[in-house]
């Protein structure tokens, strides 16, 4: 077959496909917006498993070009990295509490990957249960996150039965490959394992890295496959492969599916093919990989359209220019003034960027633009001052790029001192000195801290009272059943009483004596409407009060509820 014919079957072939996703995409857009849900919630799961298949394969035909330079390394060089790792997971694991500092994301990250996992719907559960340890979900809802974090969850959930502790080691782990992903994308920019070694040791001593590795919250694993992606576009330039390609077109798409800003690792992207190799861009191959990516995008895209005009509890903009200034000295002080993050790291980060020598200016413009791209999409964000609430989580999206400077920064002082009787120590003189200064935060990500602390409380009084309760016999209403769902108990949302009675006749009926009312957080809040639902509960039904706890002027309390 000569090249001409070839040419023709492969422009067909793309046409078809590019037409078939226009078409399917027309018809979901076209769809009022629960309908479309609907289908998504069924689509999404299929959409990601096929996407991280392709990931799995592509990942092991370049296995050995992707991780050539742990061949190459000397000895002492893999036990620097062993141990950086090392040293990663212990601090997650061990150093800093093991606790939700996101509530109720992190409960519903969890559930909705126990749907995923156990009956293939990208859904939360607002009524279900584990009857005979069999997971059903009777009601589900559609929700505005991206879908691939639990994705992940779900699959290990797979495996390993759904739970809590699941997904804080998964987190434990994601902060692990993240520093050797930082490593590896600094030797491809660097070249050079010192400058890629102190790189990943920087990552690993971000107080808010090690805090969040510890959690069930999306970043990490937002902050890592960001990363990845980062790591295949240099793998490609570098190979040139078909292989490499396919690498990079079935990670892209699944690294944009964790957080909503996730898409603007796609400048940086092509930013790497402009400084690098422009004449990618004239590669056909190229495109037809791109359109790949676009295929196994296209139910997310799907979803950004359906939740476009979600106001994401923002009471006016969601985003806006007045948020710039307030959010612009806050998160720039987060930086200089030591107390949550090590101002040592904001001077190498400095020192990475700037310099008398014109060496690594492609790899810094690159580098720069990442971090400000992801650092810089939160100033306009009605919440996205790192000193509201636990928003300082958004800075973990954008310590990558930082960690790499910084590293690059940290390489040029003890570079500098080569030609010197120090040059032998010097390495090892800047790592005590970066622990040092990080062992000064250690206090600090010990903490649990004061936010969300209502909230936290809510969560563990309700792990006390489901000790009160037979959980395969019973029913609880509650603000928040994923949570109980994930525990094994039966849960469904307390709005239940106020608009499906029938539903609440067939508790009575099902569980008898066995009916429970969870009196939560969302009952405490200034919210009429919220209140409104525990109110009534407590109104519709005869009540006997099985467990009661106070704090701070908040009631949590679990009661029995019978028909009148």
């Avoid at 390394?73 to 997971?89: D, E």
């Avoid at 930082?402 to 570079?415: E, F, H, N, T």
């Avoid at 000195?433 to 936290?456: K, N, Q, T, V």
Wanted: hydrophobic share 50%; aromatic share 16%.
């Amino acid at each position: 077959m000569n090249l001409k014919i070839k040419k023709k079957i492969w422009f067909i072939a793309a046409f078809a496909v590019m037409a078939a996703s226009a078409a399917f995409f027309y018809y979901v857009a076209k769809l009022d917006a629960d309908a479309a849900r609907v289908r998504l919630i069924r689509l999404i799961p299929i959409w990601l498993e096929v996407n991280f298949a392709l990931i799995l394969i592509a990942v092991a035909v370049n296995f050995k070009t992707l991780f050539s330079v742990f061949t190459a390394m000397q000895r002492r060089h893999k036990y620097y990295l062993a141990g950086i790792v090392l040293f990663a997971f212990c601090a997650a694991f061990l150093i800093t509490p093991r606790v939700h500092r996101i509530f109720y994301d992190e409960n519903i990250y969890l559930n909705i990957g126990q749907n995923i996992g156990y009956i293939g719907r990208a859904s939360m559960c607002n009524d279900g249960d584990n009857t005979y340890g069999v997971y059903k979900c009777t009601t589900d809802e559609f929700n505005k996150q991206p879908y691939a974090y639990p994705f992940i969850l779900g699959l290990v959930f797979r495996v390993t039965g759904s739970s809590e502790g699941t997904g804080f080691v998964l987190n434990n782990l994601f902060f692990c490959m993240s520093a050797v992903v930082v490593f590896l994308i600094g030797h491809n920019l660097f070249r050079d394992v010192t400058a890629a070694l102190l790189s990943s040791l920087v990552y690993c001593l971000i107080p808010h890295n090690i805090i969040w590795g510890n959690t069930t919250a999306v970043e990490p694993a937002s902050a890592l496959f960001a990363g990845i992606a980062v790591l295949s576009m240099l793998h490609f330039i570098r190979e040139k492969t078909t292989a490499a390609l396919f690498l990079l077109s079935a990670v892209l798409p699944f690294s944009l599916q964790f957080r909503f800003e996730s898409v603007l690792i796609l400048p940086v992207l092509l930013l790497v093919i402009l400084l690098y190799d422009r004449k990618i861009l004239k590669s056909e191959g190229f495109y037809l990989f791109m359109l790949l990516s676009l295929v196994l995008a296209l139910a997310h895209m799907l979803q950004l359209y359906t939740v476009r005009g979600d106001s994401w509890g923002a009471s006016g903009d969601k985003m806006s220019l007045s948020f710039m200034l307030n959010n612009l000295k806050s998160n720039g002080m987060f930086y200089l003034d030591n107390k949550r993050f090590p101002t040592i790291f904001t001077v190498l980060f400095a020192l990475g960027i700037f310099s008398y020598r014109i060496d690594f200016s492609k790899e810094r413009v690159i580098l720069l633009t990442w971090f400000l791209l992801l650092w810089g999409v939160f100033l306009t964000f009605y919440a996205g001052s790192y000193d509201y609430g636990q928003d300082v989580r958004y800075s973990v999206v954008s310590y990558m790029p930082l960690a790499l400077l910084s590293g690059l920064g940290l390489y040029r002082v003890v570079a500098g001192f080569r030609d010197t009787r120090l040059s032998r120590y010097m390495a090892a003189m800047a790592a005590v000195i970066l622990f040092l200064a990080f062992s000064a935060h250690l206090p600090y990500i010990r903490a649990e801290g004061e936010d969300a602390w209502e909230c936290r409380v809510d969560y563990v009084e309700a792990k006390k009272m489901l000790s009160s309760v037979d959980k395969e016999n019973s029913i609880i209403l509650t603000h928040n059943p994923g949570m109980f769902l994930l525990w094994g108990a039966n849960a469904a949302q307390t709005s239940t009483a106020t608009y499906n009675p029938d539903r609440m006749n067939y508790f009575f009926n099902r569980y008898g004596q066995n009916v429970y009312f969870h009196y939560n957080y969302w009952c405490n809040v200034d919210n009429p409407v919220q209140k409104k639902f525990c109110q009534e509960m407590l109104n519709a039904y005869d009540w006997q009060q099985i467990t009661y706890h106070t704090e701070q002027n908040r009631i949590f309390a679990l009661y029995k509820i019978k028909r009148k």
